[in-house]
């Protein structure tokens, strides 16, 4: 499918972009202000996935760097969960490639709605422990189970999937909500990019949006994650509950009224 660059829309898919990027960096969750533009803005729904990865790779490699750069990351201390991930992000991708676009377009704002409602009202986890846990069989079990689960949903759908990680993370390790964003925010890199290359290959990218919005999700992603790691949860949690609580408003008035 041929779509044109008309200025207005790349300024406002870029103003999104770089909204979603802060968000992103912040709590995770800046897909489900991607996903809904792009298909507002006329993509089919394969086109708009693809896109958003292309986009949230630029987002989501930013934040990971500056999350390692301040050591709330380590490569090697999380190497089983970054290989779960790119198997799981790998095998995602390919399965929404068998859904019809039809059947997407139906299945998209509903899947949005219930990931931005469950992360909204699942139960804080404790936020006490700044350590990371202690290396033994459970972890590695945790971090593939983990892994492979949100690997495979990051590929498949996308929306929310940092913010899964997060709290996730939190329950799993009983880490901090700081240390969790960095594990996050990387491991949301590694689906990404996964993501992206098997979606390049299938030819769902359109490339002038996707790289027009990454950068800004670059520029949003880099002031949200030093604002994130120098404010700690106590702005991390309002901007995220406010966030998921708008977003959700808007896609159950527009999916179901």
């Known amino acids: 499918m041929e779509l044109g660059l008309d200025l207005n829309l790349i300024l406002l ?5 770089f909204a979603a990027g802060f968000i992103d960096a912040v709590a995770g969750g800046g ?8 298909l507002t803005a006329g993509l089919p729904p394969h086109l708009a996935l693809g896109t958003n990865k292309l986009a949230a790779s630029f987002g989501s490699f930013t934040a990971s760097w500056t999350f390692y750069r301040k050591q709330l990351f380590d490569p090697q201390f999380w190497r089983g969960s970054v290989l779960a991930t790119f198997i799981g992000a790998g095998a995602g991708t390919l ?14 704002p509903l899947v949005i709605v219930v990931i931005a409602l469950y992360t909204l009202l ?8 700044r350590g990371l846990p202690v290396k033994d069989k459970v972890l590695r079990t945790k971090q593939w189970s983990q892994g492979l689960s949100l690997g495979f949903y990051d590929g498949f759908a996308g929306p929310g999937t940092g913010a899964f990680w997060t709290v996730s993370s939190m329950v799993l390790y009983r880490m901090n909500i700081l240390l ?19 979606f390049i290959g299938l030819g769902h990218v359109h490339f002038g949006i996707g790289l027009a919005m990454g950068v800004c999700l670059m520029a949003g992603a880099w002031i949200g994650a030093h604002s994130a790691i120098r404010y700690g949860s106590r702005f991390i949690r309002p901007v995220f509950i406010s966030v998921v609580l708008i977003i959700a408003g808007k896609l159950a008035v527009e999916a179901w009224l």
């Open 95 to 108: 399965a929404v490639d068998l859904f019809s676009a039809d059947l997407l377009n139906r299945i998209l």
């Open 122 to 129: 699942a139960p804080s986890p404790c936020d006490e422990q």
């Open 31 to 38: 897909g489900l202000l991607t996903i809904p533009a792009l």
């Open 180 to 198: 969790s964003s960095g594990l996050a925010r990387s491991m949301n890199f590694v689906s990404n990019a996964t993501s992206l290359g098997f």
């Open 13 to 17: 898919l870029s103003t999104v972009a």
